[in-house]
C-alpha cells in the first residue's frame, strides 16, 4: 500500500492541525496504522496507532488527550486531529501501515513496512 501524509504547517502553540493519510494501491482496511514524528538531531518517535477497523486507538503519552486518530476505510484514509499544540511537537510526521489484525501498543517503526513521505508541523511559542 502506498501512502501519503498531508495536512502539516505552521501553527501557534494552542492551536489546531488535523493531518491526513492516504492510502492507494490497496484497501486501507486490511492494515493498521501508525503515525509517528522525528524531531530535527532525534529519533523517529511512536505518536498513535489505530486498528484495522478503528475501534481501537492507543497514544503515546505525550500525545494522549490532546490527539485524536481516527479512520475512515470508505475514503481509505487515516486522520490525526491534533489539538493543544505544543513547541514540542514540532516535527516531521509520517504516518506508517501494517498489516495486521493485532494492535501494538507502543508500536516500533520496524513493525511498520509502508510509509508515507511525512509532512511537516511546526509550532510556534
Known amino acids: 500500500v502506498q501512502l501519503q501524509a498531508s495536512g502539516g504547517g505552521l501553527v501557534q502553540a494552542g492551536g489546531s492541525l488535523r493531518l491526513s493519510c492516504a492510502a492507494s494501491g490497496r484497501t486501507l482496511s486490511n492494515y493498521a496504522v501508525g503515525w509517528f514524528r522525528q524531531a530535527p538531531g532525534k529519533e523517529r518517535e511512536f505518536v498513535a496507532t489505530?486498528?484495522?477497523?478503528?475501534?481501537?486507538?492507543y497514544y503515546s503519552d505525550s500525545v494522549k488527550g490532546r490527539f485524536t486518530l481516527s479512520r475512515d476505510n470508505a475514503k481509505n484514509a487515516v486522520y490525526l486531529q491534533m489539538n493543544s499544540l505544543k513547541p514540542e511537537d514540532t516535527a516531521v510526521y509520517y504516518c506508517?501501515?501494517?498489516?495486521?489484525?493485532?494492535?501494538?501498543?507502543?508500536?516500533?517503526?520496524?513493525?511498520?513496512?509502508?510509509w508515507g513521505q511525512g509532512t511537516l508541523v511546526t509550532v510556534s511559542s
Open positions: 506508517a501501515a501494517r498489516p495486521a489484525v493485532v494492535l501494538l501498543t507502543g508500536p516500533a517503526p520496524a513493525d511498520f513496512n509502508s
Open positions: 489505530i486498528n484495522w477497523s478503528g475501534g481501537r486507538t
